[in-house]
Protein backbone atom coordinates (compact mmCIF):
# COMPACT_ATOMS: atom_id res chain seq x y z
CA UNK A 1 0.00 0.00 0.00
CA UNK A 2 1.25 3.48 -1.15
CA UNK A 3 2.97 5.35 1.88
CA UNK A 4 0.33 8.81 2.36
CA UNK A 5 2.87 11.63 2.86
CA UNK A 6 3.09 15.56 3.95
CA UNK A 7 4.06 16.32 0.56
CA UNK A 8 1.70 13.92 -1.32
CA UNK A 9 -1.61 15.45 0.98
CA UNK A 10 0.14 18.77 -0.17
CA UNK A 11 0.41 18.37 -3.92
CA UNK A 12 -3.44 17.46 -3.44
CA UNK A 13 -4.48 20.33 -1.77
CA UNK A 14 -2.91 22.71 -4.38
CA UNK A 15 -5.43 21.09 -6.60
CA UNK A 16 -7.84 23.07 -4.42
CA UNK A 17 -8.51 26.68 -5.47
CA UNK A 18 -10.12 29.47 -2.77
CA UNK A 19 -13.05 30.58 -5.08
CA UNK A 20 -12.49 34.18 -4.89
CA UNK A 21 -8.88 34.38 -4.75
CA UNK A 22 -8.16 32.30 -7.72
CA UNK A 23 -4.92 30.65 -6.33
CA UNK A 24 -4.66 27.40 -4.60
CA UNK A 25 -5.38 27.25 -0.75
CA UNK A 26 -1.42 26.08 -0.21
CA UNK A 27 0.24 28.53 -1.89
CA UNK A 28 -1.90 31.04 -0.32
CA UNK A 29 -0.93 29.78 2.97
CA UNK A 30 -4.07 28.66 4.35
CA UNK A 31 -3.54 25.36 5.01
CA UNK A 32 -1.73 24.92 8.38
CA UNK A 33 -1.48 22.06 11.12
CA UNK A 34 -1.13 19.34 8.80
CA UNK A 35 -1.12 15.92 10.89
CA UNK A 36 -0.10 12.64 8.80
CA UNK A 37 -0.30 9.29 10.91
CA UNK A 38 -0.26 6.15 8.79
CA UNK A 39 -3.33 6.79 6.81
CA UNK A 40 -5.12 9.14 8.89
CA UNK A 41 -4.44 12.70 7.78
CA UNK A 42 -6.08 16.20 9.81
CA UNK A 43 -5.32 19.81 8.75
CA UNK A 44 -6.82 23.10 9.12
CA UNK A 45 -7.76 25.91 6.79
CA UNK A 46 -7.26 29.36 7.58
CA UNK A 47 -9.69 32.19 6.21
CA UNK A 48 -11.59 35.04 7.03
CA UNK A 49 -14.00 35.04 9.98
CA UNK A 50 -16.66 37.07 7.33
CA UNK A 51 -15.79 34.49 4.79
CA UNK A 52 -16.03 31.07 6.87
CA UNK A 53 -19.85 30.22 6.52
CA UNK A 54 -19.85 30.81 2.98
CA UNK A 55 -16.51 28.31 2.36
CA UNK A 56 -17.84 24.89 3.95
CA UNK A 57 -17.72 23.83 -0.23
CA UNK A 58 -14.58 24.25 0.03
CA UNK A 59 -13.53 22.44 2.79
CA UNK A 60 -15.52 19.64 1.64
CA UNK A 61 -13.21 19.54 -1.65
CA UNK A 62 -10.07 19.68 0.51
CA UNK A 63 -11.05 16.40 2.43
CA UNK A 64 -12.19 15.21 -1.23
CA UNK A 65 -8.78 15.60 -2.89
CA UNK A 66 -6.86 14.27 0.08
CA UNK A 67 -9.36 11.36 0.53
CA UNK A 68 -8.94 10.06 -3.34
CA UNK A 69 -5.03 9.59 -2.36
CA UNK A 70 -4.20 6.30 -2.39
CA UNK A 71 -3.22 4.74 1.23
CA UNK A 72 -6.05 7.39 2.65
CA UNK A 73 -8.26 6.16 5.34
CA UNK A 74 -9.15 9.37 6.92
CA UNK A 75 -9.55 12.74 6.45
CA UNK A 76 -10.56 15.83 8.34
CA UNK A 77 -10.01 19.19 7.50
CA UNK A 78 -11.16 22.24 9.87
CA UNK A 79 -11.92 25.59 9.10
CA UNK A 80 -10.02 28.25 11.25
CA UNK A 81 -11.26 31.98 10.98
CA UNK A 82 -8.04 33.73 12.53
CA UNK A 83 -8.79 37.13 14.12
CA UNK A 84 -6.89 39.67 13.49
CA UNK A 85 -3.56 40.30 15.54
CA UNK A 86 0.69 39.78 14.92
CA UNK A 87 1.64 36.51 13.81
CA UNK A 88 4.95 34.94 15.21
CA UNK A 89 7.53 34.78 12.36
CA UNK A 90 8.86 30.90 11.72
CA UNK A 91 12.09 30.13 13.33
CA UNK A 92 15.12 28.98 11.55
CA UNK A 93 16.05 25.90 11.59
CA UNK A 94 12.67 24.61 11.08
CA UNK A 95 14.74 21.90 8.38
CA UNK A 96 11.50 21.76 6.04
CA UNK A 97 8.51 23.82 3.98
CA UNK A 98 5.51 22.23 3.33
CA UNK A 99 4.10 25.24 1.91
CA UNK A 100 1.58 26.06 4.50
CA UNK A 101 1.73 28.81 7.30
CA UNK A 102 3.64 28.13 10.26
CA UNK A 103 3.04 31.44 12.46
CA UNK A 104 0.69 31.17 15.87
CA UNK A 105 -1.36 34.13 16.83
CA UNK A 106 0.08 36.15 19.76
CA UNK A 107 -1.58 37.00 23.15
CA UNK A 108 -1.63 40.63 22.21
CA UNK A 109 -3.71 42.25 19.80
CA UNK A 110 -5.79 39.10 19.57
CA UNK A 111 -9.70 38.72 20.86
CA UNK A 112 -9.93 37.84 24.35
CA UNK A 113 -10.18 34.42 25.52
CA UNK A 114 -13.36 34.01 27.56
CA UNK A 115 -12.89 33.09 30.96
CA UNK A 116 -14.55 30.28 32.58
CA UNK A 117 -16.87 31.96 35.64
CA UNK A 118 -15.48 31.15 38.95
CA UNK A 119 -12.35 29.30 38.06
CA UNK A 120 -8.81 31.10 38.78
CA UNK A 121 -6.65 29.47 37.16
CA UNK A 122 -6.47 26.74 34.22
CA UNK A 123 -3.61 23.94 33.92
CA UNK A 124 -3.33 21.75 30.97
CA UNK A 125 -1.89 18.51 31.77
CA UNK A 126 -0.47 17.69 28.09
CA UNK A 127 1.89 15.23 26.37
CA UNK A 128 3.33 14.77 22.61
CA UNK A 129 2.24 11.36 22.74
CA UNK A 130 0.13 8.55 24.45
CA UNK A 131 1.20 6.12 26.82
CA UNK A 132 3.76 7.85 28.99
CA UNK A 133 1.29 8.11 32.09
CA UNK A 134 -0.22 11.64 31.91
CA UNK A 135 -4.54 10.85 32.79
CA UNK A 136 -2.36 9.70 35.79
CA UNK A 137 -0.21 12.47 36.22
CA UNK A 138 -2.88 14.84 35.67
CA UNK A 139 -5.47 12.92 38.07
CA UNK A 140 -2.57 12.71 41.42
CA UNK A 141 -2.05 16.18 40.24
CA UNK A 142 -5.16 17.29 41.16
CA UNK A 143 -5.64 15.26 44.06
CA UNK A 144 -2.21 16.73 45.26
CA UNK A 145 -3.56 20.32 44.57
CA UNK A 146 -6.42 19.96 47.13
CA UNK A 147 -4.20 18.06 49.75
CA UNK A 148 -2.59 21.47 49.75
CA UNK A 149 -5.68 23.07 50.22
CA UNK A 150 -6.87 24.35 46.90
CA UNK A 151 -10.15 23.82 45.52
CA UNK A 152 -10.12 22.28 42.62
CA UNK A 153 -12.09 20.86 39.61
CA UNK A 154 -10.58 18.27 36.68
CA UNK A 155 -12.03 17.86 33.15
CA UNK A 156 -11.06 14.67 31.22
CA UNK A 157 -10.53 16.49 27.57
CA UNK A 158 -9.41 13.28 25.87
CA UNK A 159 -12.50 12.47 23.98
CA UNK A 160 -11.30 9.57 22.44
CA UNK A 161 -9.73 7.80 25.50
CA UNK A 162 -11.18 9.43 28.60
CA UNK A 163 -9.93 7.78 31.99
CA UNK A 164 -11.12 9.74 34.52
CA UNK A 165 -13.84 7.93 35.56
CA UNK A 166 -12.18 5.26 36.24
CA UNK A 167 -9.40 6.33 37.61
CA UNK A 168 -11.11 9.14 40.05
CA UNK A 169 -13.63 6.00 40.71
CA UNK A 170 -16.87 7.25 39.55
CA UNK A 171 -19.79 6.26 38.01
CA UNK A 172 -23.38 7.56 36.81
CA UNK A 173 -24.19 9.96 34.94
CA UNK A 174 -24.09 13.94 35.27
CA UNK A 175 -27.09 15.84 36.34
CA UNK A 176 -28.46 19.30 35.00
CA UNK A 177 -30.63 21.77 37.28
CA UNK A 178 -31.79 23.77 34.25
CA UNK A 179 -31.73 21.44 31.19
CA UNK A 180 -28.54 24.10 30.31
CA UNK A 181 -25.58 23.23 32.35
CA UNK A 182 -24.53 20.43 33.83
CA UNK A 183 -23.18 19.31 37.14
CA UNK A 184 -20.36 18.01 37.67
CA UNK A 185 -19.77 14.72 39.38
CA UNK A 186 -17.64 14.45 42.47
CA UNK A 187 -15.24 12.08 44.29
CA UNK A 188 -12.36 12.78 46.73
CA UNK A 189 -12.97 16.16 47.09
CA UNK A 190 -12.71 17.09 43.07
CA UNK A 191 -15.24 18.20 40.75
CA UNK A 192 -14.86 15.83 37.57
CA UNK A 193 -16.09 16.06 34.25
CA UNK A 194 -15.48 13.64 31.47
CA UNK A 195 -17.20 12.50 28.11
CA UNK A 196 -17.26 8.67 29.86
CA UNK A 197 -19.80 9.87 31.87
CA UNK A 198 -21.98 10.74 29.32
CA UNK A 199 -21.31 7.48 27.02
CA UNK A 200 -20.31 3.26 27.62
CA UNK A 201 -16.95 3.04 28.74
CA UNK A 202 -16.68 0.64 25.44
CA UNK A 203 -18.25 2.86 23.04
CA UNK A 204 -15.44 4.27 20.61
CA UNK A 205 -15.95 8.01 19.76
CA UNK A 206 -15.92 8.07 15.95
CA UNK A 207 -15.98 12.02 15.63
CA UNK A 208 -14.69 14.32 13.21
CA UNK A 209 -12.43 17.31 14.61
CA UNK A 210 -14.97 20.12 15.09
CA UNK A 211 -17.51 17.67 16.92
CA UNK A 212 -14.92 16.98 19.75
CA UNK A 213 -13.97 20.54 19.67
CA UNK A 214 -17.61 21.56 20.28
CA UNK A 215 -18.03 18.65 23.23
CA UNK A 216 -14.38 20.15 24.81
CA UNK A 217 -16.09 23.33 24.59
CA UNK A 218 -19.27 22.47 26.10
CA UNK A 219 -17.89 20.29 28.95
CA UNK A 220 -15.72 23.36 29.68
CA UNK A 221 -18.30 26.19 29.71
CA UNK A 222 -21.23 24.63 30.26
CA UNK A 223 -21.01 22.92 33.87
CA UNK A 224 -21.42 24.51 36.64
CA UNK A 225 -17.61 23.96 38.11
CA UNK A 226 -18.42 27.23 41.09
CA UNK A 227 -15.51 28.62 42.40
CA UNK A 228 -12.67 26.89 41.68
CA UNK A 229 -8.70 27.93 42.71
CA UNK A 230 -7.61 25.57 39.77
CA UNK A 231 -9.12 23.56 36.95
CA UNK A 232 -6.93 20.66 35.87
CA UNK A 233 -7.21 19.86 32.31
CA UNK A 234 -6.30 16.44 31.01
CA UNK A 235 -5.21 17.39 27.04
CA UNK A 236 -5.88 14.45 24.62
CA UNK A 237 -2.24 13.24 23.71
CA UNK A 238 -0.42 14.67 20.74
CA UNK A 239 -0.31 18.32 19.20
CA UNK A 240 -3.36 17.64 16.40
CA UNK A 241 -6.41 20.27 15.45
CA UNK A 242 -8.51 19.79 18.85
CA UNK A 243 -4.89 20.77 21.26
CA UNK A 244 -4.07 23.33 19.22
CA UNK A 245 -7.78 24.61 19.56
CA UNK A 246 -7.96 24.41 22.97
CA UNK A 247 -4.65 25.65 23.58
CA UNK A 248 -5.69 29.20 21.44
CA UNK A 249 -10.12 29.39 23.21
CA UNK A 250 -8.96 28.51 26.76
CA UNK A 251 -7.36 30.73 28.72
CA UNK A 252 -4.70 28.55 30.16
CA UNK A 253 -2.44 29.69 33.06
CA UNK A 254 0.14 27.45 31.82
CA UNK A 255 0.81 23.81 30.76
CA UNK A 256 2.63 20.72 32.52
CA UNK A 257 4.48 19.02 29.59
CA UNK A 258 4.49 14.95 31.03
CA UNK A 259 6.97 12.90 29.30
CA UNK A 260 9.14 9.74 30.04
CA UNK A 261 12.79 9.47 29.87
CA UNK A 262 13.54 8.40 26.67
CA UNK A 263 14.94 10.15 23.64
CA UNK A 264 11.56 9.19 21.48
CA UNK A 265 9.17 10.23 23.97
CA UNK A 266 11.57 13.60 25.06
CA UNK A 267 11.26 14.28 21.15
CA UNK A 268 7.52 13.89 21.02
CA UNK A 269 7.50 15.89 24.35
CA UNK A 270 9.68 18.94 22.90
CA UNK A 271 6.88 19.09 20.30
CA UNK A 272 4.08 19.15 22.85
CA UNK A 273 6.25 22.34 24.83
CA UNK A 274 6.93 24.43 21.07
CA UNK A 275 2.74 23.84 20.63
CA UNK A 276 2.05 25.81 23.49
CA UNK A 277 4.86 28.40 23.33
CA UNK A 278 3.75 29.52 19.83
CA UNK A 279 0.23 29.99 21.13
CA UNK A 280 1.41 32.20 24.48
CA UNK A 281 1.14 29.69 26.58
CA UNK A 282 3.47 29.30 29.71
CA UNK A 283 5.16 25.81 30.05
CA UNK A 284 5.12 25.57 33.86
CA UNK A 285 7.41 22.47 33.68
CA UNK A 286 8.15 19.04 32.91
CA UNK A 287 7.14 15.79 35.03
CA UNK A 288 10.14 12.73 34.59
CA UNK A 289 7.33 9.75 34.67
CA UNK A 290 7.86 6.35 35.27
CA UNK A 291 11.63 8.16 35.56
CA UNK A 292 12.85 4.30 37.17
CA UNK A 293 11.84 1.36 38.92
CA UNK A 294 12.73 0.24 42.40
CA UNK A 295 12.43 -3.79 43.04
CA UNK A 296 9.95 -4.28 45.65
CA UNK A 297 11.79 -7.15 47.30
CA UNK A 298 15.40 -6.23 46.74
CA UNK A 299 14.94 -2.49 46.08
CA UNK A 300 17.62 -2.90 43.03
CA UNK A 301 17.44 0.45 41.08
CA UNK A 302 16.49 -0.42 37.65
CA UNK A 303 16.40 2.75 34.86
CA UNK A 304 13.91 0.85 32.35
CA UNK A 305 13.60 4.20 30.31
CA UNK A 306 17.07 5.38 30.87
CA UNK A 307 16.40 8.42 33.81
CA UNK A 308 17.26 12.07 33.74
CA UNK A 309 16.55 12.81 29.72
CA UNK A 310 13.25 14.77 30.92
CA UNK A 311 15.51 17.26 33.46
CA UNK A 312 18.00 17.67 30.78
CA UNK A 313 15.42 18.16 28.31
CA UNK A 314 13.92 20.78 30.90
CA UNK A 315 17.52 22.82 31.44
CA UNK A 316 18.09 22.62 27.42
CA UNK A 317 14.88 24.20 26.84
CA UNK A 318 14.72 26.63 29.34
CA UNK A 319 11.92 25.61 31.55
CA UNK A 320 11.44 24.87 35.14
CA UNK A 321 12.09 20.35 36.15
CA UNK A 322 9.02 19.61 38.33
CA UNK A 323 10.17 16.37 39.31
CA UNK A 324 10.68 12.56 38.33
CA UNK A 325 8.03 9.84 39.22
CA UNK A 326 9.05 6.22 39.39
CA UNK A 327 7.78 3.13 37.54
CA UNK A 328 5.68 1.56 40.35
CA UNK A 329 3.23 -0.87 40.58
CA UNK A 330 1.29 0.56 43.56
CA UNK A 331 0.91 3.76 41.53
CA UNK A 332 -0.79 1.72 38.39
CA UNK A 333 -2.86 -0.39 40.71
CA UNK A 334 -4.37 2.57 42.76
CA UNK A 335 -4.76 4.74 39.89
CA UNK A 336 -6.95 1.64 37.73
CA UNK A 337 -8.54 0.93 41.17
CA UNK A 338 -10.33 4.58 41.36
CA UNK A 339 -8.12 5.67 44.63
CA UNK A 340 -5.30 7.41 42.56
CA UNK A 341 -1.94 7.09 45.30
CA UNK A 342 -2.09 10.62 46.61
CA UNK A 343 -5.39 10.16 48.10
CA UNK A 344 -5.16 6.33 49.22
CA UNK A 345 -1.53 6.64 50.40
CA UNK A 346 -0.73 9.85 51.36
CA UNK A 347 1.91 9.40 53.01
CA UNK A 348 3.80 7.62 50.80
CA UNK A 349 6.81 8.73 49.15
CA UNK A 350 5.10 9.11 45.67
CA UNK A 351 2.17 10.92 47.10
CA UNK A 352 4.98 13.50 48.38
CA UNK A 353 6.21 13.88 44.76
CA UNK A 354 3.25 14.38 43.19
CA UNK A 355 2.28 16.87 46.40
CA UNK A 356 5.22 18.54 45.85
CA UNK A 357 4.85 18.96 41.96
CA UNK A 358 1.61 20.69 42.62
CA UNK A 359 3.03 22.99 45.41
CA UNK A 360 5.17 24.02 42.65
CA UNK A 361 2.50 24.41 39.89
CA UNK A 362 0.05 26.52 42.37
CA UNK A 363 3.01 28.67 43.49
CA UNK A 364 3.02 29.72 39.49
CA UNK A 365 -0.52 29.95 38.71
CA UNK A 366 -2.08 31.00 42.03
CA UNK A 367 -1.26 34.88 41.73
CA UNK A 368 -3.32 37.56 40.02
CA UNK A 369 -2.00 36.44 36.89
CA UNK A 370 -3.70 33.53 36.96
CA UNK A 371 -6.17 34.59 34.39
CA UNK A 372 -4.71 35.56 31.15
CA UNK A 373 -6.47 36.53 27.60
CA UNK A 374 -4.78 35.92 24.29
CA UNK A 375 -5.69 34.37 20.45
CA UNK A 376 -8.74 33.38 19.73
CA UNK A 377 -10.06 30.96 16.86
CA UNK A 378 -13.43 29.84 15.88
CA UNK A 379 -14.09 26.86 14.25
CA UNK A 380 -16.46 26.80 11.86
Given at each position: ??????????????TVKDPDKGADIVSLGMVSGLVVKGGNVGFSIEVDPKRGPALEPLRQAAERAVDALPGVFSVTAVLTAHRAGPQMPA??????????????????????????????????????????????????????????????????????????????????????????????????????????????????????????????????????????????????????????????????????????????????????????????????????????????????????????????????????????????????????????????????????????????????????????????????
Amino acid sequence: MAEVTEALVLDALRTVKDPDKGADIVSLGMVSGLVVKGGNVGFSIEVDPKRGPALEPLRQAAERAVDALPGVFSVTAVLTAHRAGPQMPARSGHGHDHGHSHGAPQGQGGGAKAAVPGVKAIVAVASGKGGVGKSTTAANLALALAANGQKVGLLDADIYGPSMPRMMGISGKPNSRDGKTLEPMQNYGIKVMSMGFLVAEDTPMIWRGPMVISALQQMLRDVNWGELDVLVVDMPPGTGDAQLTMAQNVPLAGSVIVSTPQDIALLDARKGLNMFRRVDVPVLGIVENMSYFCCPNCGHRTDIFSHGGARAEAEKLGVDFLGEVPLDIAIRETSDGGAPIVMSQPDSPHAKVYRAIAAQVWAKVGGAGARRAGPRIVVE
